[in-house]
């Protein structure tokens, strides 16, 4: 897949994000990763290996385990395959200026089909992915079982698609749980925060109040979408 709208948004002589020039190599299993990025609004982008790039989506909330938690999932472009091991400071004037933690990494597969190829698996999500009703499990070292990442369907009232809009789901099963994952709040890979992070890449260190007081969401694909939000009727 094309990589031109990531590398158009951003200046590389600026930026210590990947340019995009490694692709993946290894086709024994599918990577997925969910980094925490303390941007204009704090958020955490989750990320699934297909065709040899990180198809992505914003999620506000962050991942629940909870299969009662429906989290808005906004797709953005396709990041690179060697994004899945960025962490640090992106810089301010930067598209996305802030830290950026590896918050959770590891393998994946396409729900019900562990037992086809790397290839056959990925046929199957992008087909999944076309269709709006992505199924997949995961084996990372917080987010473990069955997820659904489902397309937010046309507003029949406005008529607004919100084509970039998706809820992420868990499903019910052993790993299904109350507890709240979002919680446990240092990288898997280097065991730090992302105060310390940003500490030691050159970001700001942002206070609890600070973060409270951020309202903007996060740039996306298509700014001009909205989100159809039913309203309550009055009695």
Do not use: C
């Amino acid at each position: 897949m094309s990589l031109t709208l990531y590398k158009k948004k951003r200046s590389f002589k600026k930026t210590p994000e990947p340019a995009g020039k490694k692709k993946s190599s290894s086709k024994s299993k599918l990577r997925f990763v969910v980094q925490k990025h303390d941007a204009t609004q704090l958020h955490y982008d989750f990320r699934l290996e297909m065709e040899g790039v990180l198809k992505s989506w914003a999620v506000p909330k962050g991942p629940s385990l909870n299969p009662d938690d429906k989290r808005l999932a906004m797709m953005v472009e396709d990041h690179p395959y060697d994004y899945r091991t960025f962490e640090g400071t992106i810089p301010e004037g930067n598209y996305g200026a802030g830290t950026v933690m590896v918050w959770d990494e590891g393998v994946y597969e396409a729900m019900g089909y562990d037992d086809e190829s790397t290839k056959d698996q990925e046929k199957i999500l992008l087909a999944e992915l076309k269709k709006g009703d992505v199924k997949i499990v995961l084996h990372g070292e917080k987010l473990k079982g069955a997820f659904a990442l489902v397309k937010i369907q046309k507003s029949v009232s406005s008529g607004k698609t919100g084509e970039n809009a998706w809820l992420l789901i868990k499903k019910k099963d052993d790993a299904a749980s109350e507890t709240d994952i979002t919680k446990k709040d240092k990288s898997v890979r280097t065991k730090r925060s992302l105060a310390q992070i940003a500490k030691d890449t050159g970001g700001k260190v942002k206070t609890k109040a600070a973060a409270r007081k951020t309202k903007t969401a996060p740039l996306l694909l298509n700014e001009s979408e909205e989100i159809p939000v039913k309203k309550k009727l009055r009695k």
